[in-house]
């Protein structure tokens, strides 16, 4: 998005000399997206930034994924992947657990209150929702201050580490693109447009540079290989928040779901209507706290539906569901509704909506265009029941 910012010190034509107050040069970065045909930003180092001084293997932890066959809905209770005892030894880097994936995008979770390694994921965007607590993210362009309900956006290959204030509950979605507002809620030139959900104001990024010292400085970095994602090791002589000073139109922000400005209409909206953000083949919305359908025969919950293109990853962090009362979804669960099976409301929510004027609901949905596969995280929280909840009775019985 061509949201122009300016950080610190820079020289005022780029690509000419930049010197420290002694006469020494700064190092200028280019860091661009899609072959420098897109949103870039230019960081001013003290030291060079490809210097490094060793490189071995991050054995990452468990990608596998398995396909949802037989073909179920499913609910997953993420709340039971970390006990207490865990999450003072959790980070939010290495302590994420896969929950579900493809091709496209990787929905994970943790509940960490330790200090993260310094990190780097240069597959694609990252945007973590933070469903309770609150953190410092330093990264190479400043520190962003996150807190219950915000997404933070990092960019790819943006190196950074998590810095809990107590324990944080956080929901990854790591793309293998970038992550942006949708196109339609931009003018040509970038601006969010009048008919978008929020504005420029409503991102926030980081406020000064962030320098730090320091020698022979670890950075774990998530990568492509021949056999899929894997991670190296680097070490760099110096500690790359070296940054004095950068501009440009990319860099990381956080976003909180309490500016979302909801749609409405006199009768029910479609998924499209919620849209925060997209990647390729797939896209994030908000289910919040609004008004609802107002015609005199409106029937509030949503209609039953078959996402014959996509798969539908509901993340429940507030509120109260109207269209999933009974079913055992709570905060924390997920719902996995994918493409082939026709979902919509528990029994009775269709006929006891009628009237609402008000869901005080809060979700973050994902949407993919590509089938999902189960992580381990999701073999391990299972409500195994879930999928019979319409029918009242499962195989068997």
Known sequence: MAYYRQLGSIPPKRHTQHRTPDGNLYYEELMGEEGFSSDSSLLYHRHIPSAIVDATVWDLPDHSTTPNHPLKPRHLKLHDLFPESVVADTDVVTGRRLVLGNADVRLSYVVASKTSPLYRNSIGDEMVYIESGSATVETVFGALQARQGDYVLIPRATTHRWIPDGPVRAYAVEANSHIAPPKR???????????????????????????????????????????????????????????????????????????????????????????????????????????VDYHPLAIPVPYYHSNVDSDEIMFYVGGDYEARKGSGIGQGSISVHPGGHAHGPQPGAYERSIGAEFFDELAVMVDTFRPLELGEGALACEDAGYAWTWAGRGPNR
Do not use: M
Request: with cysteine; glycine share 10%.
């Open 185 to 291: 809620f931009l003018s040509k030139y970038g601006q969010l447009l009048e008919n978008a959900p929020y504005c420029e104001r409503d991102l926030h990024g980081p406020t000064e540079p962030l320098l730090t010292d320091g020698s022979d400085v670890e950075v774990l970095v998530k990568h492509r290989g021949s056999t899929g994602i894997v991670g190296t090791r680097f070490v760099y002589p110096n500690h790359p928040f070296d940054v004095v000073g950068w501009d440009g139109c990319l860099y990381p922000y956080t976003f909180n779901i309490s500016d979302y400005e909801p749609l409405t209409g006199r009768v029910h909206q479609p998924p499209p209507a919620h849209q925060a953000f997209e990647g390729a083949n797939f896209v994030i919305c908000n289910f919040v706290p609004r008004k």
